[in-house]
Structures are given as C-alpha cells and as structure tokens.
C-alpha cells in the first residue's frame, strides 16, 4: 500500500506543478508579442532567385546593381522564445546566383550597433554571438539540407540536415562569407560554390531555404520562412527558391594531400628504471572527396593520421562492461548519420550495429602479447565510403576500411590485418512520414597462431529497422528486428561466450559454454510506440529484448546480451514564454529489465524537470528510486551467481547562470543512497565558462566525487566470489582555453588531470548471494584486498592555420602522465597531484600540413 501511495505522488507531482507554473500572469505581464490565437502566417513562402552575369566582389557590401534588382526578403518572424511573433529588429535578404555559386546578402538592421555580439573562435565553434545563417535543401526532397552559418566576425559554420531535422556538424564544405558593422546594423555576404551542393541534372530547379537571424544579447531568433518550434520537422518547413536555369551538373573532386613530421617519446624498460627517448616519425596521407554524378559522393583516406584529435578523458573503469568513448576523428563522423542504427540510447546517447571506434582500435592482444613498444592502436591502411540520395527517397551508404597488422614482443600479432565493410540503404515513403531501412556489416580478420585462440576469424550482424507516423504526424511507431553471426576457433568461441556480454559460464544460469562451438549466433528486437509532435505534452512506450548469443563487438557497441527490457516516459512542457520562465519541461520515467529466463535485474523510475528562467538561467533537478521489488545484478560477480540488490535513491540536480555574460558559472550535482545506507555517492561539478576579449575564452570544470560501495567486486578465487567495501575518491579538473587571432588562425589548450583513489575493507565472499537478508549474502574472506592509487594527465596544445579555403597547417603537442601504484589505497590530494606531474612525460610534437584542391 505504502508503495502504491508513493507512487502515485510521484506520477501526480509533475501534474501539479504544471498547472502552477502555467497559471495565466496578469495581463501587463504578458509579452505583447506573443499572439493571443496564433493567427495564421501570411507571409510569401516562395522566393526567386536572381541570375547574374556580373562579378560580384564578396566584400559584405551589397554595392553591385544586381543587388538591388533582387527580390528582398523582409517577412522574417521570431520563432524562438516567442513563435510567431513579430522581431524587434528587421532584416532583409537577397539570393542571387551565377553558373558557379550562389550568393545570398543580409542586412540585419539594430538600432544599437555597439551592442551586436561578434566573437572570435574556430571555424565551426559555437559562440555567444549574433549570428545569420542559410539552409538550403537542393534536393527539394524537404528531408536533407545544407547549412551556411556566420557571425559578425566573419567566424563560419556549417553542418548537414538529415531525416528532416537531425543535424551533422562535422559536415565541411568550402565556402566564404564576408561581414561588416556599420551604423545600420550589420551585413553579410555569403558565397557558396554549386559544386558543394547536391542537385539533380535538369534544365530547371526549384531548392527549399530557410533564413535565420540570431540576436544573442536579447535570447531571440528569427526567420523567413516562419520556423514553429511546435511543428515536428526542419526541412519540411523551408520556402521554396526558384529561379534557377541552366545549372551546370553538380560535380565536386577535392584531393587533400597532407605530410605529419611527428618527434615522439620513447620508454625503455618500466618502473622507475625505465628511461627516455625520442624518435622522428614521417607520415603521408591523402584525402579524397569526389561528387558520384548528382546524388552520392565518395570520401576516401589513405593512411589517414588523427594527431590533432583531442584525446579521450582519464577514467578507471570499475564497472562490468566497457567503456564508451566518443568517436571523433573526422573521416568516421563526417556524414556518417546514414550508417546509423542505434539498440540502445541512454540519455541521448546511443550505440548499435556500427561503432567506428572499432576501425583503428587499440590492439586486443596487447596484453597478452604486447610491449612497452607495443603502439596504442592499430594503424589503418585506407577507408572508403560512398554515401547520397536518390529522387525516390533511397538513401545509400557503403563504407570499407582495412587495418595493418601491429605486432607485440617478438613480433608477436596484437591485432591481425582486418576488414570492416558496413552497407546501409534507408528509404522514405509518404514524404518521410514512413520509413523503412536495412543494414548490414561484416568483418575479417587475417588471423595467425598467435591470434586464432583470441579473436572471432569473421563477424556478420543484419537488420532491419522501420518507422511511420500518423495521425498528423503527431504519433509514431517504430521497431527493428537484427541478427549476428560470429565464427572463430573453438577457443576464440569459447572466450565469448565466457566474456561479460554474454556469461555463459554463471553456475546459477540458464546458459551452459559449449566447448566445442566454432560459431555463435543470437537476435535482437525492439517495439516502441511515442507521441513526438502536437500540444504540449510527449511519451514513448516501448520493449526491448537481446538474445544471449548476440554479439556485434567486431563493429558495433554492446554491453551485454541475455536482457529483455521495457520502458516508458512522459513529458510535459511549454515553449511559451511566461512571467517566470522562457521555457520549461517535465518528465516522469519509468523502466524494467530481466534476463531472457526471467530474472528481474533492474527496475525503477524517476521525476525530473527543467526550465530556462526569463533572466537566461537554466535551472534542472531529478530524484529516483530503483530495485523495491526483488532485483538481482547477475554481472557483479563477474561469472558468479546473481545477487540481490537492495532498494536505492537517487537524485541530481544542475544550475547555470546566463549565457550571454563575459563569466558563466554553473555547478552540477549528483547523489545516491543504498544497500540500507551502506553504500553511497556524491558528486560536485562546479564550472565555469569566461570570456576575456573577443578573442579568448575558456572554461574550467572540477569534478569531485566520494563514493562508498558497499559490496565491490575484487577478484574470483577458484568459486570464491570476492568483494569488499570500497572507500573511493575521485578528482578531475578540465581546462579549455581558446585563442582566436583572426577566423583562420587560432590556439586551443585542452588539459586534464584526473586522480582516483580507493580502499578495499571488510574482504568478504558470496555466501548466499539471492538472500533476503543483507547480511546473509556474504561471509569473511582471509587477506586483505589493499586498494589502488591512478592518476592521469591528459593535454592537448593545438594551433591550427588555415592558410587557404581548406587548406590546414597544424602545430600540436600532446603530453600524457601515468602513474599507478604509489600509495595505493591513500588519499592526499596535495601529495598525489605533486607525483602526478613528478612523473616523466610522454611528449609528442606533431606538424601537418594539407593543401585543398578542387573544383
């Protein structure tokens, strides 16, 4: 009874407090802006576009006569915080066009020109400034769309539109725009070369656009055509463009070629013994971009080379499953959205079938026969991928990459030569209400003696994945169903299905290891039905299940297999400004998962909401509860028997002040409670981000962090199932500093050190893990666990040239610092942060050098 009460209150909470925050204000509080019955818009959404045989200087200025014959564009409305309410400041625009570029003027009036935000930064980093921007859709298939972005700095961006909203910053295109502050206001004029769109081969086009103004000193936005925020979809509410005759057929060849000189730090022997040196690299590579006819391009790498990517962050990984790192090398993120096709998502977060990260991984044997000269990862000999749209809705992509094989001690394999091939075909039906998709993978390893008892020889995974909406589009279902297929030596088989992803080997299972497998084989599905546009209220619904022998490691991203899961959610929100708030939203959460036998392992739900204050405050806090009802974590003794979990609370809670200011600070927190108050976190994330000038700007970040867990897994001995109550403190600090001489020539500064201390007490084994009763589960186990002192340096200095439109110079030095050992199980962070940076360094100073040529 007690649990039905509370959770009642906490489904009827948000409700209540809803209507509170919407109450209506007086009437001379209301923003007169916004429309008391949201009348329909009456502005043209079609515009022609003018052709020019002229030269035109791209100089900001709209002097050139062609500018003037020019229909203008001046029905622009705000659509962000208020929809459809009239700007405060007027804006026009211009399109013209000749048979190599397009060519759009905007004159963005202000009363107070002294007020306009312009900052310096790297080309495609967003800053708090004023900023105009063009989309434009010249399939006109109104799902995919080009974006063309400036400040009035002259600082660019771009990105790339798909699926009718879902953007793709890592799109680059090569373009200019120029930009000028006078006493009207400020303009810009951008030029953009035809052969960086895509269009079809005909006498006559017609493109979708969309026109944007960002005022950043007032929080507003505007556009022509009108943008609704309420409606689902970006590209389907663009204008229409005409106008265009004559466009020569689209073609676009960029050849990159690059040279890396890099001067490296070399470790003989370890401990303290170990001594330093250095080695002289040379590296060669080249990049193509070649445009395949009208509707797919080609991008290909040979012997690509990453050194100016910042590096992943220092973490210690005391969890059951692998660590999620970011992909962020450019040629695997850059119009890869098309090979999408995600299992599971956590807070926007999602992986599935393809997880580029596994092109060029750390070697897998390293430790077994790796070492200290063994490389970090494995270097990778070319990559291709082909990727585009047709008229009828298909989209394609193809992408193939092979790997070198990189040898440990004695020229031992650590990863053997591979194949990693990914083939991807999505087609939209009703406009892209309805869409249907199909994908596959494969991988191939040239395995030798060394690697054949490790490593799966092949790995194949499928699937299909389809969605449609309805009702207006208000109303979504979707769903896949994907199979894995993977083949290897009875020992490499065998070591899977006694890896964490699956735990065949758990004595209280329903799964038994098979010895004598050469292949392992499982399937995947899910079902979800979700409110995704309409009113003001959200929800999703959906099932989930993962059979015990799928497995998609060779390429995708998994954490485990052998779960069912179902999950639900529900929003309310407002985009209405009010008295109080520019917007604001709740959410009530609810989720459930069991082994595919049966064994409940998780379940619970939480209550949270946020909201951006009218003074530009963004304000969010959550509170949660898991596992009243019996739950048992059947990883945590990493191929024992399952064990209870007891009840927890959770919560979190976040503030950051206005974004518009020279400093921004902000703090995070998070807490948890559990095991009948044994075991417990708390996390403070204070932060802040500062500006001083135009052109400098950074932010710094603390994490600090105490956890007591209760019952900590330490080790397996024979069926001896360890843990022991660790007593863990955790600090990290990230610093980013920015330096911006000019939109082409700027510094970045990226550091962070990271220490992890921990104390093993109280060594117990499993006794009987399923018990009621807390206590019962463990019994005193002999010896003392000790405990573990890491510390992590991780920076990355980064000048970067670009010396011609896309043509780079880059200057970088990287340095790490390890230590692991010393003083484990003692926390001093005075004494720990002093070893941290007495140990040596490992250096690395790095220069490439591109050149762009294209046409």
Same mark, same amino acid.
């Given at each position: 009874?007690?649990?039905?009460?509370?959770?009642?209150?906490?489904?009827?909470?948000?409700?209540?407090?809803?209507?509170?925050?919407?109450?209506?204000?007086?009437?001379?509080?209301?923003?007169?802006?916004?429309?008391?019955?949201?009348?329909?818009?009456?502005?043209?959404?079609?515009?022609?576009?003018?052709?020019?045989?002229?030269?035109?200087?791209?100089?900001?200025?709209?002097?050139?006569?062609?500018?003037?014959?020019?229909?203008?564009?001046?029905?622009?409305?705000?659509?962000?915080?208020?929809?459809?309410?009239?700007?405060?400041?007027?804006?026009?625009?211009?399109?013209?066009?000749?048979?190599?570029?397009?060519?759009?003027?905007?004159?963005?009036?202000?009363?107070?020109?002294?007020?306009?935000?312009?900052?310096?930064?790297?080309?495609?980093?967003?800053?708090?400034?004023?900023?105009?921007?063009?989309?434009?859709?010249?399939?006109?298939?109104?799902?995919?769309?080009?974006?063309?972005?400036?400040?009035?700095?002259?600082?660019?961006?771009?990105?790339?539109?798909?699926?009718?909203?879902?953007?793709?910053?890592?799109?680059?295109?090569?373009?200019?725009?120029?930009?000028?502050?006078?006493?009207?206001?400020?303009?810009?004029?951008?030029?953009?070369?035809?052969?960086?769109?895509?269009?079809?081969?005909?006498?006559?086009?017609?493109?979708?656009?969309?026109?944007?103004?960002?005022?950043?000193?007032?929080?507003?936005?505007?556009?022509?055509?009108?943008?609704?925020?309420?409606?689902?979809?970006?590209?389907?509410?663009?204008?229409?463009?005409?106008?265009?005759?004559?466009?020569?057929?689209?073609?676009?060849?960029?050849?990159?070629?690059?040279?890396?000189?890099?001067?490296?730090?070399?470790?003989?022997?370890?401990?303290?013994?170990?001594?330093?040196?250095?080695?002289?690299?040379?590296?060669?590579?080249?990049?193509?971009?070649?445009?395949?006819?009208?509707?797919?391009?080609?991008?290909?790498?040979?012997?690509?080379?990453?050194?100016?990517?910042?590096?992943?962050?220092?973490?210690?990984?005391?969890?059951?499953?692998?660590?999620?790192?970011?992909?962020?090398?450019?040629?695997?993120?850059?119009?890869?959205?098309?090979?999408?096709?995600?299992?599971?998502?956590?807070?926007?977060?999602?992986?599935?079938?393809?997880?580029?990260?596994?092109?060029?991984?750390?070697?897998?044997?390293?430790?077994?026969?790796?070492?200290?000269?063994?490389?970090?990862?494995?270097?990778?000999?070319?990559?291709?991928?082909?990727?585009?749209?047709?008229?009828?809705?298909?989209?394609?992509?193809?992408?193939?990459?092979?790997?070198?094989?990189?040898?440990?001690?004695?020229?031992?394999?650590?990863?053997?030569?591979?194949?990693?091939?990914?083939?991807?075909?999505?087609?939209?039906?009703?406009?892209?209400?309805?869409?249907?998709?199909?994908?596959?993978?494969?991988?191939?390893?040239?395995?030798?003696?060394?690697?054949?008892?490790?490593?799966?020889?092949?790995?194949?995974?499928?699937?299909?994945?389809?969605?449609?909406?309805?009702?207006?589009?208000?109303?979504?279902?979707?769903?896949?169903?994907?199979?894995?297929?993977?083949?290897?030596?009875?020992?490499?088989?065998?070591?899977?299905?006694?890896?964490? &992803?699956? @735990?065949?080997?758990?004595?209280?299972?329903? #799964?038994?290891?098979?010895?004598? =497998?050469?292949?392992? /084989? %499982?399937? !995947?599905?899910?079902?979800?039905?979700?409110?995704?546009?309409?009113?003001?209220?959200?929800?999703?619904?959906?099932?989930?299940?993962?059979?015990?022998?799928?497995?998609?490691?060779?390429?995708?991203?998994?954490?485990?297999?052998?779960?069912?899961?179902?999950?639900?959610?529900?929003?309310?929100?407002?985009?209405?400004?009010?008295?109080?708030?520019?917007?604001?939203?709740?959410?009530?959460?609810?989720?459930?998962?069991?082994?595919?036998?049966?064994?409940?392992?998780?379940?619970?739900?939480?209550?949270?909401?946020?909201?951006?204050?009218?003074?530009?405050?963004? &304000?969010? @806090?959550?509170?949660?509860?898991?596992?009243? #009802?019996?739950?048992?974590?059947? =990883?945590?003794?990493? /191929? %024992?028997? !399952?064990?209870?979990?007891?009840?927890?609370?959770?919560?979190?809670?976040?503030?950051?002040?206005?974004?518009?200011?020279?400093?921004?600070?902000?703090?995070?927190?998070?807490?948890?409670?559990?095991?009948?108050?044994?075991?417990?976190?708390?996390?403070?994330?204070?932060?802040?981000?500062?500006?001083?000038?135009?052109?400098?700007?950074?932010?710094?970040?603390?994490?600090?962090?105490?956890?007591?867990?209760?019952?900590?897994?330490?080790?397996?001995?024979?069926?001896?199932?360890?843990?022991?109550?660790?007593?863990?403190?955790?600090?990290?600090?990230?610093?980013?500093?920015?330096?911006?001489?000019?939109?082409?020539?700027? #510094?970045?500064?990226?550091?962070?050190?990271?220490?992890?201390? %921990?104390?093993?007490?109280?060594?117990?084994?499993?006794?009987?893990?399923?018990?009621?009763?807390?206590?019962?589960?463990?019994?005193?186990?002999?010896?003392?666990?000790?405990?573990?002192?890491?510390?992590?340096?991780?920076?990355?200095?980064?000048?970067?040239?670009?010396?011609?439109?896309?043509?780079?110079?880059?200057?970088?030095?990287?340095?790490?610092?390890?230590?692991?050992?010393?003083?484990?199980?003692?926390?001093?962070?005075?004494?720990?942060?002093?070893?941290?940076?007495?140990?040596?360094?490992?250096?690395?100073?790095?220069?490439?050098?591109?050149?762009?040529?294209?046409?």
């Amino acid at each position: 009874m007690l649990r039905s009460i509370v959770g009642l209150a906490l489904l009827l909470a948000p409700v209540r407090l809803y209507a509170q925050l919407t109450r209506p204000v007086d009437a001379e509080s209301i923003d007169p802006r916004w429309p008391e019955a949201g009348p329909p818009e009456a502005a043209a959404r079609s515009v022609r576009a003018l052709r020019t045989t002229m030269p035109i200087e791209l100089d900001g200025r709209a002097d050139e006569a062609v500018w003037q014959n020019a229909p203008r564009i001046d029905a622009f409305r705000e659509f962000q915080p208020v929809e459809d309410g009239a700007p405060a400041f007027a804006t026009e625009a211009r399109i013209v066009y000749d048979d190599k570029a397009l060519y759009l003027h905007i004159r963005a009036f202000d009363p107070h020109p002294d007020s306009i935000v312009g900052l310096l930064s790297r080309r495609d980093q967003r800053t708090p400034s004023d900023y105009i921007s063009i989309m434009i859709d010249s399939y006109h298939d109104r799902r995919t769309g080009y974006a063309f972005m400036v400040n009035p700095t002259g600082v660019q961006r771009d990105w790339y539109v798909y699926n009718d909203g879902i953007e793709d910053l890592t799109w680059d295109a090569v373009w200019d725009a120029k930009t000028i502050v006078d006493s009207l206001g400020w303009q810009a004029e951008f030029r953009i070369p035809l052969n960086q769109l895509r269009f079809p081969d005909q006498p006559e086009h017609t493109f979708g656009v969309l026109v944007m103004r960002e005022v950043q000193r007032r929080g507003e936005r505007y556009a022509w055509p009108l943008l609704r925020r309420s409606q689902v979809g970006l590209v389907s509410q663009f204008a229409e463009l005409g106008g265009f005759a004559g466009l020569p057929a689209s073609r676009r060849l960029e050849i990159r070629p690059y040279l890396v000189e890099r001067n490296v730090s070399q470790r003989r022997g370890t401990g303290p013994l170990r001594t330093a040196g250095r080695a002289q690299e040379h590296a060669a590579g080249l990049d193509v971009k070649y445009g395949l006819g009208a509707n797919f391009t080609i991008d290909a790498t040979v012997n690509p080379d990453f050194g100016q990517v910042e590096a992943d962050p220092a973490v210690l990984n005391l969890s059951a499953f692998e660590q999620f790192f970011q992909e962020r090398r450019p040629f695997f993120i850059e119009g890869v959205g098309i090979f999408r096709y995600d299992i599971d998502c956590n807070d926007g977060q999602c992986t599935g079938l393809f997880y580029p990260r596994r092109i060029g991984r750390a070697p897998q044997l390293a430790g077994v026969h790796g070492n200290s000269a063994t490389p970090l990862f494995s270097p990778i000999l070319g990559a291709a991928k082909m990727t585009g749209r047709l008229p009828s809705g298909l989209s394609i992509g193809l992408l193939d990459a092979v790997t070198g094989r990189t040898n440990g001690a004695e020229g031992r394999t650590v990863e053997p030569q591979t194949n990693y091939t990914v083939a991807r075909l999505v087609q939209e039906f009703r406009g892209g209400n309805s869409v249907l998709g199909v994908m596959g993978t494969g991988v191939q390893r040239a395995l030798d003696d060394w690697s054949t008892p490790f490593l799966r020889s092949s790995a194949w995974s499928g699937g299909l994945d389809a969605r449609h909406r309805f009702s207006g589009n208000r109303f979504e279902v979707s769903g896949f169903v994907a199979a894995s297929h993977v083949r290897g030596d009875t020992a490499a088989i065998t070591r899977t299905q006694r890896s964490l &992803v699956h @735990a065949y080997m758990r004595p209280d299972g329903a #799964l038994t290891v098979n010895e004598r =497998r050469t292949s392992l /084989g %499982g399937t !995947a599905g899910e079902l979800s039905v979700r409110k995704v546009g309409g009113g003001r209220t959200r929800f999703a619904m959906g099932y989930q299940r993962k059979g015990a022998g799928f497995e998609i490691n060779d390429i995708g991203f998994l954490t485990r297999s052998d779960i069912q899961s179902q999950y639900a959610w529900g929003q309310l929100f407002s985009l209405k400004p009010t008295k109080y708030f520019r917007r604001f939203g709740m959410n009530v959460n609810q989720w459930a998962s069991w082994t595919t036998a049966g064994l409940p392992l998780d379940h619970g739900g939480n209550v949270n909401g946020n909201a951006e204050l009218s003074n530009f405050w963004n &304000v969010y @806090a959550g509170v949660g509860v898991e596992n009243l #009802l019996p739950a048992f974590d059947d =990883r945590a003794a990493r /191929g %024992g028997p !399952a064990v209870r979990q007891n009840a927890a609370m959770f919560g979190w809670s976040g503030i950051e002040t206005d974004g518009r200011r020279p400093i921004v600070p902000g703090a995070n927190f998070n807490w948890g409670i559990g095991d009948g108050g044994r075991s417990w976190n708390l996390t403070v994330g204070p932060r802040v981000q500062f500006r001083g000038s135009s052109r400098a700007q950074g932010s710094v970040s603390v994490n600090t962090s105490r956890a007591i867990r209760d019952w900590q897994w330490v080790r397996n001995v024979g069926t001896a199932y360890t843990f022991a109550r660790l007593n863990q403190h955790t600090h990290s600090l990230t610093a980013r500093f920015d330096i911006t001489a000019s939109p082409t020539l700027s #510094l970045q500064v990226y550091a962070q050190p990271f220490i992890t201390t %921990g104390r093993f007490t109280n060594w117990r084994q499993l006794a009987a893990p399923r018990a009621t009763d807390y206590d019962e589960r463990f019994m005193p186990y002999a010896g003392a666990p000790g405990g573990f002192n890491v510390k992590e340096f991780r920076s990355n200095v980064v000048a970067r040239w670009e010396y011609r439109p896309g043509s780079t110079l880059f200057f970088v030095w990287q340095q790490g610092r390890s230590q692991a050992g010393i003083d484990a199980g003692s926390f001093d962070l005075s004494r720990d942060v002093g070893n941290l940076f007495a140990t040596a360094p490992d250096n690395t100073f790095l220069v490439k050098a591109s050149y762009w040529f294209g046409r």
